[in-house]
């Protein structure tokens, strides 16, 4: 198989990668920040429905055993949740998601619980979408911002198993062709 271009593609250009592969435009980034106080007035509920969740099935919920774990974290979820509606998903952006990605490849979590969470905040982002009088456009907006979110956290996964894999066999094409038999 040839080397892809997609290949060469690391770190925050990924953002640029994927904002241009998903199309989103200046009035959707503006119907999202548009809709920022929604998504303050919202964000307890969502809170609340994802530990819910979390802390309700065996598997997911022995993470989150140490005392205050659950406190802290709800507080760095929402700031997580309201910057979605920042409107400006810039070089910084991209990054503080891929730290935060890697937070969770760093305590062994598998990749499919995040992932399935997403879940729980494209309910919450339908739900504030619904709160103004541009529903179609914040939605459309959201649902792309969503899958921004569900592919950083996904590449952040990626980096760590590709750059663990390189430093074993010496580089970082050889790990890639490594990972496509
Ligand atoms: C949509 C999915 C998720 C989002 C947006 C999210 C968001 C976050 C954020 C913003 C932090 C703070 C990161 C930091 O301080 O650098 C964090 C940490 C953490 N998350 Fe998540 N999280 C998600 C899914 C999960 C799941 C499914 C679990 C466990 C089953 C989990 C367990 C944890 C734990 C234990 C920490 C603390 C890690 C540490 O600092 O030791 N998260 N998460």
Known sequence: MEDRKSWEIRDEAILSDLVALMGLTDEEKQALAASKSHAEE???????????RLLSHDNTAEYFNGNGTVEHLRGTLENWFIQLF?????????????????????????????????????????????????????????????ALDIAIFNQAYENEQLDHLSEVVGNERLARRLLTK
């Open 86 to 146: 920042s409107g400006d998903y810039g070089t910084e952006y991209v990054n503080s998601r891929l730290t935060i990605g890697k937070t969770h490849v760093r305590i062994g979590l598998p990749v499919r619980y995040p992932l399935a969470m997403m879940d729980v905040l494209v309910q919450y982002g339908e739900k504030i979408a619904n709160m103004n009088g541009n529903a179609e456009v914040t939605a459309n907006a959201f649902r792309k911002l969503a």
């Open 42 to 52: 919202i964000a307890p509920q969502l809170i609340n429905a994802f530990y819910e």
